[in-house]
């Protein structure tokens, strides 16, 4: 069974900065494209940043520059850096591990960008 279970989130004030973390159970976890979705009310999950095994990154264009995606394989844990936060971020920020065969999801983590 594999599990993914996100941490970090919370409430951030405009300009702040935010770690979120990842961690998976099981031994998917250094063969998966690791990567953050966000998904805000009313709106579709859309992704934030994606990092391949290889650690060749992919961001959102609405993120680049300010979060920082990055893998631990000695940890199964992967992280979001989020500097720079806007009101904009507010979401619920979903881990994900893909391949063609396997795509889990984890819970999601609230992320709150409010003064």
């Known amino acids: 069974q594999v599990q993914l279970v996100e941490s970090g989130g919370g409430l951030v004030q405009p300009g702040g900065s935010r770690r979120l973390s990842c961690a998976a159970s099981?031994?998917?976890?250094?063969?998966?494209?690791m990567g953050w979705y966000r998904q805000a009310p009313g709106k579709q999950r859309e992704l934030v940043a994606s990092?391949?095994?290889?650690?060749?990154?992919n961001y959102a264009d609405s993120v680049k520059g300010r979060f920082t995606i990055s893998r631990d394989n000695a940890k199964s844990t992967v992280y979001l850096q989020m500097n720079s936060l806007k009101p904009e971020d507010t979401a619920v920020y979903y881990c994900n591990a893909y391949r063609t065969i396997w795509n889990y999801w984890g819970q999601g983590t609230q992320v709150t960008v409010s003064s």
């Open positions: 099981g031994s998917i976890f250094r063969v998966s494209v």
């Open positions: 990092i391949n095994t290889g650690g060749n990154t």
